[in-house]
T-cell receptor, first 113, second 114 residues
């Protein structure tokens, strides 16, 4: 039972354009969401998070949007840079009661110079 | 903030052998997590600790797996009688605690069972 889904295994974008990575979840109890970036042979690195009380959070070139009614979140990267090429994971937590995070399967982003 | 440290980075073992991995979390972090990641998949939750107490274990964690965090600082993950299906990247993460705290991951231990 995959509670967090990233249906696009890969995405290619031209440098300078917008990258949009999508994530869907099934558990309505999830109330905190994070995005991580992972390079080969390294651990995931935190990018940005959003609480369920918000619908948008920005940090520099990265913006996360949350649509609770659709159980959908997306990560926007503008402008995309070649160094953004990595695998991106979304993760979700129910927060109180349990503090484990459930991760999606990841989307491999390739930014073309 | 020295980051989460994992040792070893790579481990090759023969089927049936026991292996042990170590994780040193960020010093002021109360929570420590173990995840496993296989090729093409996201990190899968295995277990987590609040200080020295192991609060939750995934059903993925068979009785061949045991994790400890004896003094609420470093943690060890032991796999007994390894199987080829145990080959994966084992990731450790830590967080301060509380709701909505982000996880800081180590670089992982890549296990190959021959």
């Amino acid at each position: 039972d995959q509670q967090v889904k990233q249906n696009s295994p890969s995405l290619s974008v031209q440098e300078g354009r917008i990258s949009i990575l999508n994530c869907d979840y099934t558990n309505s109890m999830f109330d905190y969401f994070l995005w991580y970036k992972k390079y080969p042979a390294e651990g995931p690195t935190f990018l940005i998070s959003i609480s369920s009380i918000k619908d948008k959070n920005e940090d520099g070139r990265f913006t996360v949007f949350l649509n609770k009614s659709a159980k959908h979140l997306s990560l926007h990267i503008v402008p995309s840079q070649p160094g953004d090429s990595a695998v991106y994971f979304c993760a979700a937590s129910e927060g109180s009661g349990t503090y484990k995070y459930i991760f999606g399967t990841g989307t491999r982003l390739k930014v073309l110079a | 903030d020295t980051g989460v440290s994992q040792d070893p980075r790579h481990k090759i073992t023969k089927r049936g052998q026991n292996v042990t991995f170590r994780c040193d979390p960020i010093s002021e972090h109360n929570r420590l997590y173990w995840y496993r990641q296989t090729l093409g998949q996201g990190p899968e939750f295995l277990t987590y600790f609040q200080n020295e107490a192991q609060l939750e274990k995934s059903r993925l964690l068979s009785d061949r797996f045991s994790a400890e965090r004896p003094k609420g600082s470093f943690s060890t993950l032991e796999i007994q009688r390894t199987e080829q299906g145990d080959s994966a990247m084992y990731l450790c993460a830590s967080s301060r605690g509380g709701s909505g705290e982000k996880l800081f991951f180590g670089s992982g231990t890549q296990l190959s069972v021959l």
